[in-house]
């Protein structure tokens, strides 16, 4: 089994994307092109088995970024980097910010140039903390959370 960690927009750019600019970026796409194209990358991958083969990770780096940043991390990931584009939760946001906030009718991905839904995968990264989860407060628990007992 190997450990890796999120290649993230931060680690590219030199600076931390926002959910805001992911929005921003990801709300150009329609909501079905994008639910569509993250879960064929998930089935390709076969992210539940756990590591994704490197041919096909190849296959998907050339689908999502322009050819130097494919190259990249098809490179790194041949090679046992730690850093890893794509991964099951990250998917999962994207899908859900897309549910939220991508037109029915918008850019299809599968139509726009390589590069674009990468940097969208990379700032996803950039949402994902070393700290998952927010703690929770009193003031923040939902009624059946303090109905149930909640030590807090």
């Known amino acids: ?9 931060e680690r590219m750019h030199g600076r931390k994307s926002t959910i805001a600019e992911l929005i921003a970026l990801l709300q150009n796409y329609s909501r ?3 639910l569509y ?35 990249w991390y098809s490179l790194a990931y041949r ?3 730690d850093d890893v584009v794509i991964h099951r939760r990250q998917l999962l ?15 299809e991905v599968l139509q726009d140039t390589p590069g674009r839904f990468g940097t969208i995968c990379l700032m996803a990264n950039d949402q994902f903390h070393y700290n998952l989860l927010a ?18």
């Open 79 to 81: 090679r046992g980097h």
């Open 135 to 152: 703690s929770a407060s009193k003031d923040k628990m939902v009624d059946r959370d303090k109905i149930g007992g909640w030590p807090g």
């Open 37 to 71: 194209f993250s879960s064929v990358i998930g089935t390709t991958l076969k992210l539940w088995e756990g590591e994704p083969d490197p041919t096909y990770y190849e296959l998907v780096m050339r689908a999502i970024f322009e050819f130097l940043r494919a190259d």
């Open 32 to 34: 079905e092109s994008v």
């Open 1 to 9: 089994m190997r450990f890796s960690t999120y290649a993230a927009f």
């Open 93 to 107: 946001l994207i899908m859900k910010l897309a549910v939220q906030h991508c037109p029915e009718h918008g850019l």
